[in-house]
């Protein structure tokens, strides 16, 4: 039996019903209107899909806690990146944009290093000061970073259309492959990597409901959320139509909205001291993305036999160079430090005024 707290824990869930409802009942009114009362909505709806983001992260990971390894570490990736990928393809079919997954990826790198890594390192090492974590894992994370990204984004730019199909192809094999691998070690051989002190389990479930209504409701909030995006890119779509507003700012709304429950977990993390959680989070959230969101997106390019950009533009590609390089730097010595954060905010910073700007 469920018991009654377990329900009242999950009031985000009707809410973002009734923001659904709402959503699709006035949708053509807001679009029609514009101005306050399609932007109006538009927040309404963005809240709700944010707000069933944090409950998919939540069942996620009292399952991982429960299943243990490796299938929790399965389960937390693919629920996390679940939420992007549902969200980037429902945008796809209506804005048939063919370098939206490509500036999602970009925009999702950005927060989850520099954003996330950032803020949690300047907080932590404000209150802690100097906070240790293993140097396995940092180096394991960045050596896969390396190699996804050259294969999924910059080689891509050196292919061309006639050979798309084929390396495309071969983009699928390698990234699952390597993200198979990488789950194995991750979880097997090489966990040792991954730890750093006493290992702490927070699963935040007092209420003692079985598996299935976690995985249940895990697999419901997924399928809201993808209804959910469909409401929001009909308002984003019209909001940003003659508006003047940076193109890509339904990729960046993409990635936020993926990386909020990954973000308040990795700064809770560094507040108390557990700066090996943070480095996990934002390296580990970085290369999923990029693992498990490209096979994805290659796979619908090859269905469809139409070319989805993935090859990073020139100052995506320099900026993407800078903060792996500031990253191999920050995290070769196993110490945190409020320096270290600044850096990436700084980075992080230069990646928002470019968004605004419209150059990225």
């Given at each position: 039996?469920?018991?009654?707290?377990?329900?009242?824990?999950?009031?985000?869930?009707?809410?973002?019903?009734?923001?659904?409802?709402?959503?699709?009942?006035?949708?053509?009114?807001?679009?029609?209107?514009?101005?306050?009362?399609?932007?109006?909505?538009?927040?309404?709806?963005l809240a709700a899909v944010i707000g069933v983001a944090f409950r998919i992260a939540h069942h996620a990971e009292v399952l991982a806690v429960r299943l243990g390894e490796p299938y929790g570490t399965l389960v937390l990736t693919v629920s996390a990146v679940s939420?992007?990928?549902?969200?980037?393809?429902?945008?796809l079919m209506d804005n048939h944009s063919a370098t939206l997954a490509r500036d999602t990826?970009?925009?999702?790198?950005?927060?989850?290093?520099?954003?996330?890594?950032?803020?949690?390192?300047?907080?932590?090492?404000?209150?802690?000061?100097?906070?240790?974590?293993?140097?396995?894992?940092?180096?394991?994370?960045?050596a896969m970073l390396l190699t996804a990204l050259g294969l999924g984004m910059f080689m891509p730019d050196?292919?061309?259309?006639?050979?798309?199909?084929?390396?495309?192809?071969?983009?699928?094999?390698?990234?699952?492959?390597?993200?198979?691998?990488?789950?194995?070690?991750?979880?097997?051989?090489?966990?040792?990597?991954?730890e750093y002190g006493k290992v702490e389990h927070e699963a935040h479930d007092t209420s003692g409901s079985p598996n299935w209504a976690h995985a249940a409701v895990l697999v419901g909030s997924v399928v809201l959320v993808g209804l959910l995006s469909e409401i929001l890119s009909v308002l984003l779509g019209a909001g940003l139509q003659g508006s003047g507003l940076p193109k890509t700012i339904p990729a960046v709304m993409v990635a936020l909205i993926s990386a909020s429950p990954e973000f308040m977990t990795a700064i809770n993390a560094a507040r108390h001291d557990r700066m090996q959680t943070t480095v996990n989070i934002a390296l580990g959230a970085s290369l999923a993305t990029v693992l498990l969101t490209l096979p994805v997106i290659e796979g619908i390019a090859l269905f469809t036999g139409d070319r989805i950009v993935m090859a990073l533009t020139p100052i995506q590609a320099g900026m993407l160079l800078v903060t792996l390089l500031v990253s191999m730097n920050n995290l070769h010595d196993g110490e945190s430090n409020a320096i270290e954060g600044m850096s990436h905010l700084a980075l992080f910073a230069g990646f928002v005024a470019m968004t605004m700007m419209g150059i990225f």
């Amino acid at each position: 039996m469920l018991s009654a707290k377990y329900f009242r824990s999950e009031w985000p869930l009707p809410a973002a019903i009734a923001a659904g409802v709402i959503g699709f009942a006035f949708e053509h009114a807001a679009v029609h209107a514009g101005g306050t009362a399609l932007w109006g909505l538009f927040a309404l709806v963005l809240a709700a899909v944010i707000g069933v983001a944090f409950r998919i992260a939540h069942h996620a990971e009292v399952l991982a806690v429960r299943l243990g390894e490796p299938y929790g570490t399965l389960v937390l990736t693919v629920s996390a990146v679940s939420v992007e990928v549902v969200i980037l393809v429902v945008m796809l079919m209506d804005n048939h944009s063919a370098t939206l997954a490509r500036d999602t990826v970009f925009a999702a790198v950005m927060l989850d290093i520099n954003g996330i890594l950032g803020i949690a390192a300047l907080v932590g090492s404000l209150r802690h000061g100097s906070q240790k974590y293993n140097t396995g894992s940092a180096n394991a994370y960045l050596a896969m970073l390396l190699t996804a990204l050259g294969l999924g984004m910059f080689m891509p730019d050196f292919v061309s259309d006639a050979h798309w199909p084929t390396y495309s192809a071969f983009s699928v094999g390698i990234m699952a492959l390597l993200y198979v691998a990488f789950l194995r070690l991750q979880t097997v051989e090489h966990r040792a990597f991954f730890e750093y002190g006493k290992v702490e389990h927070e699963a935040h479930d007092t209420s003692g409901s079985p598996n299935w209504a976690h995985a249940a409701v895990l697999v419901g909030s997924v399928v809201l959320v993808g209804l959910l995006s469909e409401i929001l890119s009909v308002l984003l779509g019209a909001g940003l139509q003659g508006s003047g507003l940076p193109k890509t700012i339904p990729a960046v709304m993409v990635a936020l909205i993926s990386a909020s429950p990954e973000f308040m977990t990795a700064i809770n993390a560094a507040r108390h001291d557990r700066m090996q959680t943070t480095v996990n989070i934002a390296l580990g959230a970085s290369l999923a993305t990029v693992l498990l969101t490209l096979p994805v997106i290659e796979g619908i390019a090859l269905f469809t036999g139409d070319r989805i950009v993935m090859a990073l533009t020139p100052i995506q590609a320099g900026m993407l160079l800078v903060t792996l390089l500031v990253s191999m730097n920050n995290l070769h010595d196993g110490e945190s430090n409020a320096i270290e954060g600044m850096s990436h905010l700084a980075l992080f910073a230069g990646f928002v005024a470019m968004t605004m700007m419209g150059i990225f």
